[in-house]
């Protein structure tokens, strides 16, 4: 954190601009105004982080689960450990998808719809959404 302020406080005091290269999605999205990405040396994307964040085409619907998905779901989903991500476009998705992990008989916990965050944009501009990611 003492650093992502000391760029804040670089760039916002100086004006100084900072070229920051990072893995760290988070970090990119907390401290930078505008973003690069790079798909095999080429830059498949240059916007305003505001701009990018609004590309994003879906909610994000995300719990936690001990148990595998049914097939079907599992095509749609980004699972990382217990965390399941599906993208829910609106209430009604939501609602389907909440319906379809129920009479599957997973039981899952802390439920949460989210906007998207960078992590997600970046996944959609690389062409690896999330029912992609769940097939590779």
């Not at 760290?24 to 982080?49: D, F, H, N, P, S």
């Not at 609106?90 to 389907?96: F, G, P, S, T, W």
């Amino acid at each position: 954190q003492t650093l992502w302020q000391f760029i804040s406080r670089l760039n916002r005091e100086r004006g100084s601009t900072v070229l920051l290269t990072t893995h760290y999605l988070e970090e990119a999205e907390a401290l930078c105004g505008r973003i690069a990405m790079l798909k095999r040396g080429q830059v498949v994307a240059l916007e305003k982080t505001s701009d990018l964040l609004s590309r994003a085409s879906s909610n994000v619907l995300r719990f936690k689960t001990d148990q595998p998905l049914p097939p079907a779901l599992a095509a749609q989903a980004r699972v990382t450990g217990r965390i399941v991500q599906l993208q829910a476009h609106d209430a009604l998705q939501v609602e389907r998808l909440l319906t379809q992990v129920r009479e599957s008989g997973v039981h899952v916990e802390d439920i949460e719809i989210r906007k998207p965050d960078l992590e997600d944009v970046f996944m959609e501009v690389m062409g690896e959404g999330l029912a992609r990611e769940a097939v590779a």
